[in-house]
């Protein structure tokens, strides 16, 4: 849900408290993600409408789908939205997306103990995205998880060299548990 919240929140500019009051119906009827919602924004009372992106339709869709436990429409519905996402030109204005699909996929994967498919996934995010915090722990993770621990080895050091002595984060000390280990 948090995943999906936040893509919607990138899709449609919302405030915080705004976005936080979003339930699924108001963006759902059934299983279909609505591609124009309108809310009333709490602090203004104004009414505001956005669209919802076809990448960030699926994944909502997706992650409704893996909470009710339709786990094969889940991942067929967040593969949809990763290989829109891979064929959309990124603007040159714009950042990329701040949880691209591919990584969802690939997450999604992991949750539903599928780690060799979540490491090819994580392996296919875009090339233009390739040392993105979210993305290097998830391959180490579905490495790891598969029994490639040379692999799990290089994503996880990689992962500390880009964060540096940054914030204390779990992935981070995962990461250095796991190698510590090896």
Not at 95 to 104: I, K
Not at 107 to 126: H, I, K, Q
Not at 143 to 157: I, L, T
Request: aromatic share 4%; glycine share 6%.
């Amino acid at each position: 849900r948090d995943l999906a919240l936040f893509n919607l929140a990138i899709d449609s500019s919302l405030r915080g408290i705004d976005l936080v009051q979003l339930r699924v119906c108001d963006i759902a009827r059934g299983r279909r993600i609505l591609s124009r919602v309108a809310i009333t924004q709490a602090k203004s009372q104004c009414s505001s409408q956005f669209e919802i992106t076809a990448e960030t339709r699926n994944s909502a869709a997706a992650w409704i789908a893996h909470a009710q436990g339709r786990r094969d429409e889940a991942v067929s519905l967040m593969r949809s939205a990763a290989d829109l996402e891979d064929r959309r030109e990124k603007s040159p204005v714009t950042p990329g997306r701040l949880l691209p699909a591919r990584e969802l996929l690939g997450e999604m994967l992991l949750e539903d103990g599928r780690p060799a498919e979540a490491l090819y996934e994580y392996e296919r995010s875009p090339a233009d995205e390739p040392n993105r915090l979210r993305g290097l722990y998830g391959a180490g993770q579905a490495a790891a998880q598969s029994g490639k621990r040379d692999k799990a080895k290089r994503y996880f050091e990689r992962l500390l060299e880009n964060a540096g002595e940054g914030d204390a984060r779990p992935e981070l000390d995962a990461a250095r548990e796991y190698l510590a280990r090896r």
